[in-house]
């Protein structure tokens, strides 16, 4: 071999050393950056364990023992360090206490990519929370809707979910009111009709009954009419039990009462006469006996009136009084 192509040979190994230490380099910068990576997908894993701990003390605590595991290095890539916190989890207490959609709130809200993501959730769960709310006509505070809130979100409840979980505020807001005519919503409107109808039936509904039975009807468990048969047999049918065959069968007392009121109208001058007047009572029946009631016909209803005090200083009276006093006069050839 020449001088020459000694030269040459020993520039083309240099050539090659430096190749070699440029590809090393190369190596080992690819291999400190992937390094780089797995360490800080470890930290992300810690961060979003230790987040996700803040729910509870004893995994919180485990939390911590993690990141000291971390900082010392005992976690090679972060495999590893996802293994070791899924077996955490899996013998945490409070984990096993979740159901599927809370720990996957809870997860979602331990990620910062999802922030408006769960954002958006509780909003709509809020939403959901208030309109059935208002739908059965009860009023929240801020801090009960935050509650329920938290709770509709953490679980996905739908919407039957929801009006199941305002069945305690429902009976609560209920047994809190006087009179039940402060609602709006489903209970408001069954309220207003049934105290109007009782009203008008003569009698007034006690307000446990009323609580129950606006609470079934909020709920759909009885529909009003259901409910208003109710009351006949527990209202209606003791005021009158003379008519409790036609009452039981859904015909209302004011309905049945209808030509006796007419009969008061003219008699007693009163059109407006209420149906728990005693008046209406003692006109629509009678007490035998042996204790039974029995309905009274209208021609007894007119001799039952024509006893009464009041009716001594009624225009019918004094009309009544002065065709009698003719008819007399005619008897004896006057007039």
Do not use: C
Request: proline residues 2%; without cysteine.
């Amino acid at each position: 071999m020449t001088e020459e192509e000694k030269k040459k040979e020993e520039k083309r190994k240099d050539r090659e050393k430096i190749k070699q230490e440029e590809k090393r380099k190369e190596r080992e910068k690819i291999e400190q950056e992937e390094k780089r990576k797995e360490l800080e997908e470890i930290k992300q894993e810690y961060l979003a364990a230790y987040r996700l701990a803040q729910n509870d003390p004893a995994l919180l605590a485990e939390a911590r023992k993690f990141d000291r595991k971390v900082k010392n290095g005992e976690f090679r890539t972060a495999e590893d360090a996802k293994d070791y916190w899924k077996g955490v989890l899996d013998s945490s207490e409070w984990v096993q206490n979740q159901s599927n959609e809370s720990f996957g709130s809870y997860l979602a809200e331990a990620d910062p990519t999802m922030k408006g993501e769960v954002e958006a959730q509780r909003g709509a769960a809020e939403l959901d929370v208030s309109r059935i709310a208002d739908y059965l006509g009860i009023e929240l505070d801020p801090a009960r809707l935050g509650a329920l809130t938290e709770k509709a979100w953490r679980e996905a409840y739908d919407d039957d979910q929801i009006r199941d979980m305002l069945r305690e505020d429902v009976a609560n807001q209920l047994s809190e009111s006087e009179d039940n005519l402060g609602f709006g919503g489903t209970i408001g409107d069954a309220a207003a009709e049934l105290s109007a109808w009782a009203t008008k039936n003569g009698f007034a509904i006690g307000q446990e009954d009323a609580d129950r039975m606006l609470h079934s009807v909020a709920f759909g468990k009885k529909t009003l009419d259901q409910v208003k048969s109710e009351l006949r047999t527990l209202y209606m049918v003791g005021a009158y039990p003379a008519w409790a065959d036609m009452i039981n069968a859904g015909i209302d007392i004011y309905e049945l009462a209808a030509p006796y009121r007419s009969v008061a109208t003219r008699m007693l001058g009163r059109p407006n006469i209420a149906m728990d007047d005693p008046v209406m009572k003692q006109m629509m029946q009678t007490q035998g006996g042996d204790g039974s009631f029995s309905q009274r016909p209208l021609w007894d209803a007119e001799k039952y009136i024509r006893g009464l005090d009041e009716w001594q200083y009624t225009d019918d009276a004094a009309t009544t009084y002065a065709i009698a006093t003719k008819a007399v006069g005619a008897m004896f050839g006057f007039g």
